[in-house]
C-alpha cells in the first residue's frame, strides 16, 4: 500500500472517532458561527478540507459543498449523501474559476506546511468580491494533533496573503483572544475572515 493511502487511512480513523461531545460542539456551535461569517461574505460556500463532513458541510448540506485530499473521508461524505470531491494529489481543486463566493477552512491550514497552493486555488475558484474564513487550533489543540505543521498566531492571520483583506479576527468559542484559554483548551481556535482584494 503506497504511504500516502496508508495515512489517508490513519487520518481517516482518527477523524472517525472524535467524540459524541465533540462533533456536536463542532455542528451546533462552531459551525454555525463559521457559516454566518461566511454567509456576510456570500452565498455560495464551499469547505476545503471538509474530512468527514462533521463541520459546515454536515451542518449545512443543502448550503455547502465539500472538498478534501483525502479519498477515503470524500468517499464516506458521498455515502451519507454530501457534496463532496476530491483535491488533486497536486493540491489543484475540481472546480471552475470563481465556481463559488467564499471558502472555509476549518482547522485545515495547520495541517499544510507549505499552504500557497491552497491559496492560491482558494483565489481561483472564488468571485471577484469573495472571501475566506479560516479557523486555526489555539496551542493546547495544535499540540493534540501530531499531523499539525504549522501553528498560526494573531499576526500569521494578519499577514496570511496580501491578496486577502483581513475582515475580522476573533477567538471562539467566546469571542475574545486568550493566552490561558488557547494553552488548556482543545477547542479554543482563532477565526479569521477576508475579503478577496486582488
Given at each position: 500500500?503506497?504511504?500516502s493511502?496508508?495515512?489517508?487511512?490513519?487520518y481517516?480513523?482518527?477523524?472517525?472517532?472524535?467524540?459524541?461531545?465533540?462533533?456536536?460542539?463542532?455542528?451546533?456551535?462552531?459551525?454555525?458561527?463559521?457559516?454566518?461569517?461566511?454567509?456576510?461574505?456570500g452565498?455560495?460556500?464551499?469547505?476545503?478540507?471538509?474530512?468527514?463532513?462533521?463541520?459546515?458541510?454536515?451542518?449545512?448540506?443543502?448550503?455547502?459543498?465539500?472538498?478534501?485530499?483525502?479519498?477515503?473521508?470524500?468517499?464516506?461524505?458521498?455515502?451519507?449523501?454530501?457534496?463532496?470531491?476530491?483535491?488533486?494529489?497536486d493540491?489543484?481543486f475540481?472546480?471552475?474559476?470563481q465556481?463559488?463566493?467564499?471558502?472555509?477552512?476549518?482547522?485545515v491550514?495547520?495541517?499544510?506546511?507549505?499552504?500557497q497552493?491552497?491559496?492560491d486555488?482558494?483565489?481561483?475558484?472564488?468571485?471577484?468580491?469573495?472571501?475566506?474564513?479560516?479557523?486555526?487550533?489555539?496551542?493546547?489543540?495544535?499540540?493534540?494533533?501530531p499531523?499539525?505543521?504549522?501553528?498560526?498566531?494573531?499576526?500569521?492571520?494578519?499577514?496570511?496573503?496580501?491578496?486577502?483583506?483581513?475582515?475580522?479576527?476573533?477567538?471562539?468559542?467566546?469571542?475574545?483572544?486568550?493566552?490561558?484559554?488557547?494553552?488548556?483548551?482543545?477547542?479554543?481556535?482563532?477565526?479569521?475572515?477576508?475579503?478577496?482584494?486582488?
Amino acid at each position: 500500500m503506497p504511504a500516502s493511502q496508508k495515512n489517508f487511512d490513519e487520518y481517516y480513523s482518527h477523524l472517525a472517532q472524535i467524540s459524541t461531545l465533540g462533533r456536536v460542539y463542532k455542528k451546533y456551535w462552531m459551525s454555525r458561527i463559521l457559516y454566518w461569517n461566511a454567509r456576510k461574505l456570500g452565498a455560495r460556500i464551499v469547505e476545503v478540507g471538509c474530512g468527514t463532513g462533521s463541520g459546515i458541510l454536515g451542518a449545512y448540506p443543502k448550503r455547502v459543498a465539500g472538498l478534501d485530499i483525502n479519498p477515503r473521508s470524500v468517499e464516506y461524505c458521498q455515502a451519507i449523501g454530501l457534496n463532496a470531491h476530491v483535491i488533486a494529489d497536486d493540491g489543484m481543486f475540481p472546480v471552475q474559476d470563481q465556481a463559488f463566493d467564499v471558502c472555509v477552512l476549518d482547522n485545515v491550514m495547520e495541517h499544510i506546511e507549505e499552504p500557497q497552493t491552497t491559496l492560491d486555488e482558494c483565489h481561483r475558484i472564488t468571485s471577484a468580491h469573495g472571501g475566506l474564513v479560516i479557523a486555526v487550533p489555539g496551542k493546547r489543540g495544535y499540540d493534540s494533533d501530531p499531523d499539525h505543521k504549522r501553528f498560526y498566531a494573531q499576526a500569521d492571520l494578519r499577514q496570511l496573503d496580501a491578496r486577502w483583506q483581513l475582515q475580522s479576527l476573533f477567538a471562539a468559542p467566546l469571542g475574545f483572544a486568550s493566552e490561558a484559554l488557547s494553552n488548556s483548551v482543545r477547542q479554543y481556535c482563532l477565526v479569521a475572515t477576508y475579503r478577496k482584494v486582488g
